[in-house]
RNA sequence: GGUCCGGUGGCAGAGUGGUGAUGCAGCGGACUGCAAAUCCGCGAAUGUGGGUUCGAUUCCCGCCCGGACCUCCA
């Protein structure tokens, strides 16, 4: 058996891992605050931890993977306000189209995907836990954490507590007792949502909902938390302070596993920049794998520069992978090879995998059978070459028929040796997209990138 | 400014203390009526200056450049 091997944003080196429960491995992952399209930076941790996870089912004998679904939260009040919608309308359309638009990604759905607004109860009981030992305190309607009681406050982000006090740029409430403390709950006025608390009517800060939903659904301890690298600080950092004050003596995340960002013209792809691609407009410029394959091509920590280019360089790749698959139709289930096992176990390291799927469709090409199904396993395990190959070169159109009438006609003028007219035809099926591949076994056609 | 990450052929992108994967593109050839696909072959890279070492792309230090974070962010 492959011994995984993750680097941890913890101790910023590669550990092996060890699971708390060898025979239960739990990972928490943040997902989306659901008020618009998903753009292709987001979808990024949603492949990379979609990988890790059919990885650690793949080594492990169960696994629980949580995302949760931020419902609650400013973006999404002004936004709904805007639309003159609840809410809840807002989140739950939001919601659906995330599910669309990662399943076309290939994206297995997590195990659990709780909603922020489904753990109120839950969030209010870490509060509660959190002023009761001190680590939280409330003030104008308001509870904030008292990030001086957790003296380890700044580890995970590798910062000292002086230098964010001195680093805190926003204005500094005046109900806060430091400059640091953050907010687990505010209160909210009649317009906008919110729920009874013990201080009044409110709605949670941003961070606890990650604490009360990976409490809730993997307990106090648990194995790996992923998300992106912007999350460290100050998600993260909140994130662990208020689970270890609220749970003491419990580990919260043994594992921080964060994806680098992605960019496009060298910059951060984000909302708040406006410069995004979503991943549905991506979508419609090709084929989900392409952009799941263009996803792991790079390692999941380092920072790709989005493309076209790139997009279709992708696409190519898998043209390659799938017409290594297109000759064996009878393909079965094996192991994935050890070389791509060996490359993932290796924090991750899909690049090398991918590489050595290379080696497998040359062998394949060349008539390997077994060499073919390993392919095809490592595609399961990336969670590419998922559709039949015929399907992916021939793509989706009612116009089949019409070339298959097109290519009889050639060949035709091809047996009566007219070659204009028998290139003729092959010139209108190429403005159309059409390429033809004359082979042993007859005339195959495909649609071009 | 502080903290952190990174700089590899035309482009993308791994590994490695001892003659630098893989993919895309390009070039030559085979195959083909011609193509396409496939196959064979070719050219092409470790930002910069030091240090450690028999030997550094790899380890260490300085510099330059790029990126992330520094309380919205995947």
Redesign the pocket.
């Known amino acids: 058996m492959h011994s995984l091997v993750l680097h941890n944003s913890l101790t910023?080196r590669k550990e092996r891992f060890e699971p708390i429960d060898p025979q239960h491995v739990r990972m928490y992952v943040?997902g989306?605050?659901v008020y618009d399209l998903v753009h292709i930076?987001?979808a990024?941790?949603v492949v990379v931890f979609d990988v890790l996870a059919r990885l650690l089912r793949r080594l492990y004998p169960r696994v629980t993977y949580v995302r949760n679904i931020t419902d609650i939260d400013d973006?999404i009040n002004a936004r709904a306000a805007e639309l003159g919608v609840p809410i809840a309308t807002l989140t739950g359309r939001t919601t659906e189209d995330f599910h669309a638009d990662l399943a076309a990604l290939g994206a297995l759905p997590p195990d659990v995907e709780p909603r922020a607004t489904g753990h109120i109860t839950e969030m209010i009981a870490v509060i509660e836990r959190l002023i009761a030992s001190g680590h939280a305190y409330a003030a104008e309607g308001h509870v904030l954490f008292s990030v001086p009681s957790y003296p380890a406050y700044g580890r995970l982000?590798?910062?000292s507590p002086d230098?964010?006090?001195a680093?805190?740029?926003?204005d500094v409430a005046p109900y806060k007792n430091n400059?640091?403390d953050?907010v687990l709950w505010k209160p909210s006025p009649p317009e906008l949502p919110g729920w009874d608390s013990p201080w009044g009517r409110g709605r949670p800060g941003?961070h606890i909902e990650c604490s009360a939903m990976a409490w809730k659904h993997l307990g106090e301890s648990f194995d790996i938390h992923g998300?992106?690298?912007?999350?460290?600080?100050?998600?993260h950092e909140n994130e662990v302070a208020q689970s270890l004050c609220a749970f003491p003596g419990a580990s919260f995340a043994r594992y921080w596993v964060h994806?680098g960002?992605?960019?496009v013209d060298?910059?951060?792809?984000?909302?708040?920049l406006g410069n995004f691609i979503t991943l549905r407009e991506a979508l419609a410029r090709a084929p989900g794998e392409a952009i799941r394959l263009l996803l792991l091509?790079?390692?999941y920590?380092?920072?790709?520069?989005f493309s076209d280019?790139?997009l279709t360089?992708a696409k190519?790749?898998l043209d390659?992978f799938y017409?290594a698959l297109e000759a064996f139709p009878d393909i079965h289930a094996v192991d994935p090879p050890t070389q791509v096992m060996a490359a993932l176990c290796d924090d991750l390291?899909t690049?090398?995998a991918?590489?050595a799927m290379?080696g497998l469709a040359?062998a394949a090409?060349?008539g390997d059978f077994e060499a073919a199904c390993g392919l095809r396993a490592a595609g399961d395990m990336l969670g590419l070459l998922q559709a039949a190959p015929e399907a992916w070169f021939r793509g989706a159109g009612d116009d089949a028929a019409e070339i298959e009438a097109a290519i009889a006609e050639r060949l035709a003028a091809?047996k009566a040796r007219d070659?204009a007219r028998?290139?003729a035809i092959r010139a209108e099926l190429a403005a159309r997209g059409v390429?033809?591949?004359?082979?042993p076994r007859g005339t195959t056609w495909r649609r071009a990138t």
Do not use: Q, Y
């Open positions: 910023r943040c989306p605050t930076g987001n990024r941790p973006k982000s590798g910062r230098e964010l006090l680093g805190a740029r926003i400059p640091g953050f941003w998300g992106g690298t912007d999350l460290i600080f100050p998600h994806n960002m992605l960019l060298g910059e951060k792809m984000s909302k708040s091509r790079t390692h920590r380092a920072t790709p520069d280019a790139a360089e190519r790749e390659r017409r390291n690049p090398l991918l590489s290379h040359d090409l060349a091809r070659f028998a290139d390429v033809l591949e004359d082979g």
